[in-house]
């Protein structure tokens, strides 16, 4: 079991950069596929970025491609989201996933549904 822990959100101006981390407890880190979600007012949390259990596959939702890189450091227990270019539209609250027991390779899902851990989100804020 892990427990996700969210960093690094704050205000920038667009065109920007922010730097999340996600800090998860636990021995058997390299053991989960990991993802980040959004969600803004009003509106449903969606998919952004996900990493599979060693790194080597990610996968990006179309809106924050070319932007957005996700990592992680497995030695660490760290999962990273590198924001780049914001936009005023990223405005959010950015919550990390864990999934346990992923297959190995396989970069995650973009279903909130299949992921079996959260953290309790940090604020992204861009203006303009």
């Known amino acids: 079991q892990v427990q996700p822990v969210e960093s690094g959100g704050g205000l920038v101006q667009a065109g920007g950069s922010l730097r999340l981390s996600c800090a998860a407890s636990g021995r058997t880190f390299s053991s989960y596929a990991m993802g980040w979600f959004r969600q803004a007012p009003g509106k449903e949390r969606e998919f952004v970025a996900a990493i599979s259990r060693s790194g080597g596959s990610t996968k990006y939702a179309d809106s924050v491609k070319g932007r957005f890189i996700i990592s992680r450091v497995n030695a660490k227990n760290t999962v990273y989201l590198q924001m780049n270019s914001l936009k005023p539209e990223d405005t959010a609250v950015y919550y990390c996933?864990?999934?346990?027991?992923?297959?190995?390779?396989?970069?995650?899902?973009?279903?909130?549904?299949?992921?079996?851990?959260w953290g309790q989100g940090t604020q992204v804020t861009v203006s303009s």
């Open positions: 996933a864990a999934r346990s027991n992923a297959l190995q390779g396989y970069s995650g899902s973009n279903d909130p549904e299949w992921y079996d851990y």
